[in-house]
């Protein structure tokens, strides 16, 4: 098994800064994405951004210019620096990993952290 463990959400005012961060530990080869998603109560999940093993990463239109996305490989640990935040970015945002064992692909996701963009 997996586990993923995110962190670092919370309450912030417009134009405000924070930085969530996801371990994934457990039953891991190799893993071939990291990436962060986001729900918004009565919306469809989405991703935020994404980041694969070779660095390569992607981000939502919305957020690009001022979402960052990097990881730290040796700590199967990912981070999303947010800055700007608008109200619309409040939402869950839940970690996804894609990792491998013993040739099998294995989709993980994180219990989720709420951040909340509001004066």
């Known amino acids: 098994q997996v586990q993923v463990v995110e962190s670092g959400g919370g309450l912030v005012q417009p134009g405000g800064s924070l930085r969530l961060s996801c371990a994934a530990s457990?039953?891991?080869?190799?893993?071939?994405?990291m990436g962060w998603y986001r729900q918004a109560p009565g919306k469809q999940r989405e991703l935020v951004a994404r980041?694969?093993?070779?660095?390569?990463?992607n981000y939502v239109d919305s957020v690009k210019g001022r979402f960052t996305i990097s990881r730290d490989s040796a700590k199967n640990t990912v981070y999303l620096q947010m800055n700007s935040l608008k109200p619309e970015d409040t939402a869950v945002y839940y970690c996804?990993?894609?990792?491998?064992?013993?040739?099998?692909?294995?989709?993980?996701w994180g219990q989720g952290t709420q951040v909340t963009v509001s004066s």
């Open positions: 996804n990993t894609l990792t491998g064992l013993v040739g099998a692909l294995h989709n993980n």
């Open positions: 457990g039953s891991i080869d190799i893993i071939y994405a």
């Open positions: 980041i694969t093993s070779g660095g390569s990463t």
